[in-house]
T-cell receptor, first 111, second 113 residues
C-alpha cells in the first residue's frame, strides 16, 4: 500500500520558535517534495530532494531548509518561524514523471 | 516560466449537472498535463494525466483531452454527484518531472443534492 505520511498533522507555534515537519514514504521513491498551500495561491513548491543529501530549492525556499538523511524520510525545518509561514504543508514523493503521491498535510499556525 | 490558469475559482452545481472546468497552460516544452483532486483534510490525489496532443485522460467519469493547439486541458463530467464535491487542480510537468509540478490555483466544486 503506497503511502506518504506526515507528522504532526496540526501544529501551533509562536513567532521565533523553530519548527520541524516530518515526512515519510514507504515506496522507496528517490524524489521527494515539500509544497505549501495557501488560499488564493494554490500549491507552491518549496524544496525538492533527489535522494539522500541531494536537495534543491523550489520556487519559494526563503525561510525554509530541508534535511534528507534516509531515502524514506524528508524533513522541512523553519528556523525562527514567522507569522507569514502559517499554511498547510504537503509532502510528496514520485518515481516517475507520471504521478506524485501526496501526504495528508500539516496545518501549521504561527502566532 | 511555466504557468497553469484555471478560469473558475468556484463552481456550484446540482446533482446530475454537467461539469466543465477550464484549464489553459503555458510551457516552453511539451508538458505532461494532470488533473488532481483534493478532498477535505487530504492531500491532492491524481485523477488522470495525458502526455501527447489529442490524448484523452479519464477516470471516475471525468475526462479531459490534451489540446496543444489551444494549450488547454479542460475537465468535464457529464453527471456530477454530491461525492464529487472537492477542489480540482490542473497541473503540468515540463520535461523534467524532478522539477516538481506547476499547479493552477484550483477550482472548488460544490455539488448539492
Amino acid at each position: 500500500d503506497m503511502k506518504v505520511t506526515q507528522m504532526p498533522r496540526y501544529l501551533i507555534k509562536r513567532m521565533g520558535e523553530n519548527v520541524l515537519l516530518e515526512c515519510g514514504q514507504d515506496m522507496s521513491h528517490e524524489t521527494m517534495y515539500w509544497y505549501r498551500q495557501d488560499p488564493g495561491l494554490g500549491l507552491q513548491l518549496i524544496y525538492i530532494s533527489y535522494d539522500v543529501d541531494s536537495n534543491s530549492e523550489g520556487d519559494i525556499p526563503k525561510g525554509y531548509r530541508v534535511s534528507r538523511k534516509k531515502r524514506e524520510h524528508f524533513s522541512l525545518i523553519l528556523d525562527s518561524a514567522k507569522t507569514n509561514q502559517t499554511s498547510v504543508y504537503f509532502c510528496a514523493s514520485s518515481l516517475s514523471q507520471y504521478e506524485q503521491y501526496f501526504g495528508p498535510g500539516t496545518r501549521l499556525t504561527v502566532l | 516560466g511555466d504557468s497553469v490558469t484555471q478560469t473558475e475559482g468556484q463552481v456550484a452545481l446540482s446533482e446530475e449537472d454537467f461539469l466543465t472546468i477550464h484549464c489553459n497552460y503555458s510551457a516552453s516544452g511539451y508538458p505532461t498535463l494532470f488533473w488532481y483532486v483534493q478532498y477535505p483534510g487530504e492531500g491532492p490525489q491524481l485523477l488522470f494525466r495525458a502526455s501527447r496532443d489529442k490524448e484523452k485522460g479519464s477516470s471516475r467519469g471525468f475526462e479531459a483531452t490534451y489540446d496543444k493547439g489551444t494549450t488547454s486541458f479542460h475537465l468535464r463530467k457529464a453527471s456530477v454527484q454530491e461525492s464529487d464535491s472537492a477542489v480540482y487542480y490542473c497541473a503540468l510537468s515540463d520535461r523534467n518531472y524532478a522539477q516538481g509540478l506547476t499547479f493552477g490555483l484550483g477550482t472548488r466544486v460544490s455539488v448539492f443534492p
